[in-house]
């Protein structure tokens, strides 16, 4: 099931959620880069994928894959686990934070969006897919939060739901049809 969603439906995924060519994007929590490999891919050699994971194990596969596919677009980086970056304000095309969210406590979350806030370039895009809360297959720290209840935390960190997509993704390395939020900043004046 994994090397279909390498292909096809991995491009067709980034096409419906808008990732581009040139695209500058950010994998946070990429783990073994499932949806690294398919962005470098979409978005050329015009464009740069950052994979970040805190697992080196995870990392040292995604370089493998890369290898294997000839892509030179792909950077990873060991996280310590710091939720600040070292990327500079208005960075990122897209950011990614797939699968990843149920593993940080509110406090942590809200650190991440006022740092997604700060890299994320003012015409880009927060993607996020919230697995794991209470409306869906419930685990850690989004166990008792809805995605109504995630949406509204997200926003209240000056972005806004810019669509839903229902859409077919990879997890666990099986396919599903689940949604996939993208956020957009809101611009102060």
Excluded at 66 to 92: C, H, P, V
Excluded at 147 to 170: G, M, S, W
């Amino acid at each position: 099931m994994v090397s279909k969603w390498d292909d096809k439906l991995a491009i067709e995924f980034f096409n419906k959620i808008g990732l581009e060519k040139g695209n500058y994007v950010l994998d946070f929590g990429c783990g073994e880069g499932y949806f690294t490999i398919p962005a470098a891919q979409k978005v050329t050699k015009e464009g740069r994928v950052f994979a970040l994971d805190i697992d080196e194990k995870n990392l040292n596969k995604l370089t493998k894959k890369a290898k294997k596919r000839s892509l030179e677009n792909i950077e990873t980086i060991t996280s310590n686990g710091d939720l600040q970056t070292k990327f500079q304000d208005n960075y990122f095309d897209m950011i990614l934070i797939y699968d990843v969210l149920h593993m940080f406590n509110k406090q942590q979350r809200e650190e991440l969006f006022d740092e997604f806030y700060r890299i994320l370039k003012d015409s880009g895009r927060l993607s996020i897919y919230p697995k794991h809360t209470a409306d869906n297959f419930p685990l850690h720290e989004l166990k008792h939060t809805y995605v109504d209840e995630l949406i509204k935390e997200i926003e209240c960190h000056k972005f806004a739901l810019a669509n839903r997509i229902k859409t077919k993704i990879l997890h666990n390395e099986e396919l599903q049809e689940d949604d996939v939020y993208n956020f957009k900043k809101e611009l102060l004046l």
